[in-house]
């Protein structure tokens, strides 16, 4: 099959703000997964692997964050004359300024520029979620079906309220769309990978805000649109999918990757790309004591660690001990430290002999090494 002129469109301007302290000074898509990549790393990966090679991130909330991370695509051999990675931050013209409301209003602001690269398709994706997908098998389902929109689904029976609901009928036809219902009539989701014909979105771009006003998100006016006026139908992922927007869903996912029943970071035949700091391997020492664990490159464990993750740069001295933990950058962990069900923010100092954590919530530890939030486990 002949794959159409796709542009491939990254959402990465999210502040996070569920994600309290972790991204006061970086943007959601650029915190640490798995200890040695970035959420954004997914995203981009899957397009890599895809043979997708036009791709634009469209920054808002501290773009710094990121686009030294991105390296210019280099990573995802993106780095091209024609096509590659394009970084796209808030700008001012003729029509709107300043930052974007939303994901819809993110696309309207962009419009000209897709006219103007004239796209057959346009794949438009969030930056922080983990999962896997081949979509080239999107493309396949979207054309197949002569749909308008495609849009990724998954089954989600415990969280579908927090995201767009949908629910299918013969030929993965989308009837019906609801947007995070506190009573979720089905448990299938959007998981935010939409394809769209070019010329219906821009279309769609065009008028909707003669019908509704400023567009805001997905949910609120663009999805409902198409699935109301156009052919709308679904590609179901089976696999694993996660939505990191809250502390408790980012702790869960490392909990699963731990475990073997999360995102696979590590299939040979699926690379996840990223770009990687320069520094030793795990450094081991004597007396430690580590299980069920992954440790980056940089690290310096002395402790015991246990079904924890320990990010670059980061130390833990002789006689801590951390119990499904995730230890982020350069955090320094003192001896005699007792952690549990733990976030450690970049940088952190926790002091000798703390106490810090419970079996029954997440708790999120702050530079100073001191509890600076606390939320229920998922």
Not at 32 to 51: E, Q, T, W
Not at 78 to 104: K, M, Q
Not at 349 to 368: F, S
């Amino acid at each position: 099959m002949r794959i159409p002129r796709t542009l491939a469109i990254v959402l990465a301007g999210g502040q996070g703000s569920r994600m309290g302290a972790l991204t006061d000074e970086q943007a959601k898509p650029a915190l640490r997964v798995g200890g040695s990549y970035r959420l954004i790393d997914i995203a981009l990966s899957n397009l890599a692997n895809s043979h997708l090679s036009a791709v634009w991130v469209v920054e808002q909330y501290l773009p710094h964050s990121l686009n030294e991370h991105l390296s210019a695509g280099r990573p995802w051999d993106l780095d091209r004359t024609h096509d590659g990675l394009r970084t796209l931050t808030p700008f001012e013209g003729a029509e709107g300024e300043g930052f974007a409301t939303g994901n819809s209003d993110t696309l309207w602001r962009q419009k000209e520029l897709i006219a103007e690269f004239a796209p057959e398709i346009v794949l438009v994706l969030s930056a922080d979620h983990l999962y896997t997908i081949d979509l080239l098998d999107v493309l396949d389902t979207h054309a197949a079906a002569d749909a308008e929109l495609t849009m990724v689904t998954t089954r989600l029976p415990h969280d579908a309220s927090r995201h767009g609901v949908v629910r299918t009928g013969e030929g993965g036809i989308v009837e019906e769309f609801w947007y995070k219902p506190e009573d979720p009539p089905t448990d299938l989701v959007a998981t935010e990978i939409f394809c769209f014909n070019a010329p219906a979105l821009l279309e769609a771009l065009k008028t909707l805000p003669e019908r509704v006003g400023e567009l805001q998100d997905w949910g609120d006016d663009l999805i409902p649109h198409f699935v109301e006026r156009h052919r709308t139908v679904e590609h179901r992922l089976e696999g694993y999918w996660r939505d990191i927007g809250t502390l408790a869903s980012y702790w869960a996912a490392h909990m699963h990757l731990l475990d073997g029943d999360g995102v696979t970071l590590d299939d040979p035949d699926w690379p996840i790309f990223s770009a990687q700091p320069q520094l030793l391997p795990a450094r081991i020492r004597d007396g430690a004591a580590v299980s069920t664990s992954l440790l980056a490159q940089g690290s310096d464990v002395a402790g015991s660690v246990t079904r924890s993750v320990i990010s670059p740069g980061a130390v833990v001295e002789a006689g801590a001990e951390l119990v499904e933990c995730v230890v982020l950058d350069g955090a320094h962990v003192g001896a005699g430290a007792r952690l549990r069900g733990c976030l450690v923010q970049d940088d952190a100092q926790v002091p000798p002999e703390a106490r810090l954590g419970a079996d029954d919530v997440v708790t999120l530890v702050g530079v100073d090494g001191t509890v600076a939030e606390t939320t229920a486990r998922e």
